[in-house]
């Protein structure tokens, strides 16, 4: 087949319903559409009824202005709207809010964009190039960032998209509900290539998709990578008790509040900890300056398995540990 072929197979008016996001996103954009067109019909029909009513060469109309009250209908055509328009603006917020709450419980997978594709990592350490292979049923989070422009991870069967910028994380989620073969598209032009920027998501059995995971090369996963590189770029040696400078300790540190030189309190999420090995420019409380900054040094897959073993520290903890 050659490419249009391909094309027009693939061709969908409609993307699949793949997650749980789908069925709220789809109600509401049907009912929108719904509720705009019937208004639109409505105005048109009443537009064309008076154009023909009132044309010039019919002499047997009412031109004449009346004398009853308009606002009891003004304010009707107003107010009804109003509140039409107001629901379903809420009804719009509650599924972005629902949106953009990231489950606790999640698989986290990192994705990177680059001009252009998009690479995959898995936890278990295995990587894919413009292919993600998701378990059915579980709740997948792609924590993503991008090695050069602005590009968007856009998974339509799944309703979700997301900016994927250079220099920061930002983050989607989905739990597929039906397993199969979905598109991936990059949503943000980027460049010549951005309309090959495709590929497709794999839903299989939560077997099927271990059964994946095993097959092939045994990579590292990637929390151990993180820690190799924990201590052979030193930061064990500062960081770990008896370091050779005063260090907060990371044990504990991520999803902890921490109050900041400048008076701030954050929390040390991906962003926060991305940016401590590369900018220094937030400094815990009660710290020197002292760090040196990584920037230039680590490919985003370090910073990446870096930040995860920072995040398995806190996992392993005892829920009484409390940031320095
Ligand atoms: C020379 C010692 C030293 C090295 C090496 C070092 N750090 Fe640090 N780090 C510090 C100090 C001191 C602070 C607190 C003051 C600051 O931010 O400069 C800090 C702060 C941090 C924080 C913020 C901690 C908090 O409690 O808010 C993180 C995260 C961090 N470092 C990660 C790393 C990682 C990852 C590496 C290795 C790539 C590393 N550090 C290497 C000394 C070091
Ligand atoms: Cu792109």
Redesign the pocket.
């Known amino acids: 087949m050659n490419r249009l072929a391909i094309i027009l197979a693939q061709f969908q008016f409609w993307p699949d319903q793949g997650s749980t996001l789908a069925g709220d996103v789809d109600r509401l954009f049907w009912t929108l559409t719904g509720v705009c067109g019937t208004i639109l019909l409505a105005i048109a029909f009443v537009i064309i009824y008076f154009l023909a009513k009132y044309r010039r060469s019919n002499p047997n109309v009412d031109r004449s202005l009346g004398d009853k009250p308009t606002l009891p209908a003004e304010a009707t055509w107003t107010v009804i709207p109003f509140f039409i328009f107001i629901g379903m603006f809420i009804w719009g917020s509650i599924i972005y809010f629902h949106k953009n709450q990231v489950p606790r419980e999640a698989i986290e997978i990192e994705v990177i964009g680059k001009q252009w594709m998009w690479k995959i990592q898995h936890p278990e350490g295995k990587k894919e190039i413009n292919e993600l292979h998701v378990p059915l049923g579980k709740t997948i989070k792609l924590i993503m960032t991008s090695q050069d422009v602005i590009h968007d991870f856009g998974l339509p069967a799944f309703r979700v998209k997301e900016d994927v910028l250079p220099g920061r994380y930002t983050t989607e989620w989905f739990t597929p509900t039906k397993t199969g073969v979905f598109r991936i598209f990059c949503n943000q032009y980027c460049g010549t290539d951005h309309a090959n920027m495709t590929g497709q998501v794999y839903v299989m059995e939560p077997q099927a998709y271990a059964a994946w995971l095993r097959s092939g090369m045994n990579p590292t996963p990637i929390v151990q990578a993180g820690g190799e590189?924990?201590r052979s770029?030193?930061?064990?040696?500062?960081?770990e008790p008896n370091?050779?400078?005063?260090?907060?300790?990371?044990h504990g540190?991520f999803g902890h509040p921490?109050p900041?030189q400048d008076g701030r309190v954050v929390i040390?999420d991906e962003r926060?900890?991305r940016d401590?090995?590369l900018l220094?420019y937030?400094?815990?409380a009660s710290?020197?300056?002292?760090?040196?900054s990584?920037a230039g040094r680590?490919s985003e897959d370090q910073i990446y398995q870096?930040?995860a073993?920072?995040k398995s520290l806190a996992a392993n903890e005892p829920e009484t540990a409390s940031?320095?």
């Not at 370091?243 to 990371?250: E, K, M, N």
């Open positions: 590189l924990y770029l030193g930061c064990s040696g500062c960081h370091g050779v400078v005063r260090a907060p300790s990371l540190l921490v900041l040390a926060y900890l401590c090995i220094n937030e400094i815990p710290y020197e300056p002292v760090m040196p990584f680590l870096l930040i073993y920072i940031v320095p």
